[in-house]
């Protein structure tokens, strides 16, 4: 059995880059200082300025093991405007089934929301690469434990909402098998340095855990 890109990259390093509200004149300088951090799983939400031109603005700069596409993905549609955009990567902060058969369809990778066992099954039926349990916020160390009772390791777990580096160690003993970062990694107005700089902490406290 081949190993796909995804299950590569998510192997290497299993932190999705967040980067909502990002310009298209700015994303490449973040992306590539992103890049160099060690980071190949990027997102531009689809409610950031002009998203799909960033996306195409990554799909050209970045290297080829690079793994970027949209977040907010909210239908199929959404979904094929990525893909021509150059994206395969669709993430969602729900567990609506018809996206990820799409997705999985165009052949892209897909990592749908979810808060209860039932939606990540679902999700997983439906050809999920792996589950964003969103927002990470309600779903605590101690839920992201009894869920891993029922769901698999197979199927990889990455709370989604306020992470830190200091709050990754308490999800990954819990069951968690990687994170999305957002406006700890970055925010709008942040300096593709400041991005970088705070790549580096993320990817040091992974490495210790």
């Not at 209860?116 to 349990?133: I, N, Q, R, S, W």
């Not at 999305?180 to 300096?191: C, K, R, V």
Request: net charge neutral; aromatic share 6%.
């Amino acid at each position: 059995m081949t190993t796909s890109l995804f299950d590569r990259v998510f192997a290497e390093l299993p932190l999705v880059a967040i980067l909502r509200g990002v310009r298209p004149d700015e994303v490449e300088a973040i992306a590539l200082g992103l890049y160099e951090e060690g980071f190949r799983l990027i997102e531009v939400p689809m409610n950031s300025p002009q998203a799909l031109d960033s996306i195409a603005r990554l799909s050209r700069c970045l290297p080829a093991d690079a793994l970027l596409g949209a977040g907010t993905v909210l239908s199929p549609a959404a979904a094929r405007q990525v893909r021509d955009a150059g994206g395969r990567l669709i993430v969602m902060p729900h567990a609506d089934t018809a996206v990820v058969r799409a997705a999985k369809a165009d052949g892209m990778f897909c990592v749908p929301g979810a808060v209860t066992p039932t939606e990540a099954f679902a999700c997983a039926d439906a050809g999920a690469d792996a589950v964003k349990l969103f927002p990470a916020e309600l779903i605590t160390p101690q839920i992201v434990k009894a869920m891993r009772a029922v769901i698999p390791l197979s199927l990889p777990l990455l709370p989604v909402g306020g992470v830190t580096p200091q709050t990754m160690a308490p999800y990954v003993q819990a069951g968690a098998s990687g994170f999305g970062l957002g406006s700890a990694l970055y925010a709008p107005g942040y300096s593709a340095a400041a991005v970088a700089e705070r790549a580096r902490a993320f990817v040091q406290a992974w490495r210790a855990l």
